[in-house]
Nanobody, 116 residues
Framework: QVLLVESGGGLVQAGGSLRLSCAAS????????MGWFRQASGKEREFVAT????????DYADSVKGRFTISRDNAKSTVYLQMNSLNSEDTAVYYC?????????WGQGTQVTVSS
């Protein structure tokens, strides 16, 4: 069982930046691919970014390419999401997940609110 705890969310003005963190425990962190998803009020959860176990392969949703950067520190069992040039459409609860074969784990989420 992997426990994921997100942090770093909050209220930010449009054009600002935030850095989300997701700390993992209870498993071999370096064996998991990690991802960030988000869910805006009244909408379905959507993919934001993913990173493979070693950190050398990443992928992003078109809506965040060039603005968000996913990274990981396997020594700290933590995955990050650096978010720049935020706009109101980025307002959502952000969740991290860990994936290895059929095993998928989710964190509890952290709220990001962008004021215009």
């Amino acid at each position: 069982q992997v426990l994921l705890v997100e942090s770093g969310g909050g209220l930010v003005q449009a054009g600002g930046s935030l850095r989300l963190s997701c700390a993992a425990s209870g498993g071999t962190f370096s064996s998991y691919s990690m991802g960030w998803f988000r869910q805006a009020s009244g909408k379905e959860r959507e993919f934001v970014a993913t990173i493979n176990w070693s950190g050398d392969t990443t992928d992003y949703a078109d809506s965040v390419k060039g603005r968000f950067t996913i990274s990981r520190d396997n020594a700290k069992s933590t995955v990050y999401l650096q978010m720049n040039s935020l706009n109101s459409e980025d307002t959502a609860v952000y969740y991290c997940n860990a994936r290895r074969f059929a095993d998928i784990y989710w964190g509890q989420g952290t709220q990001v609110t962008v004021s215009s």
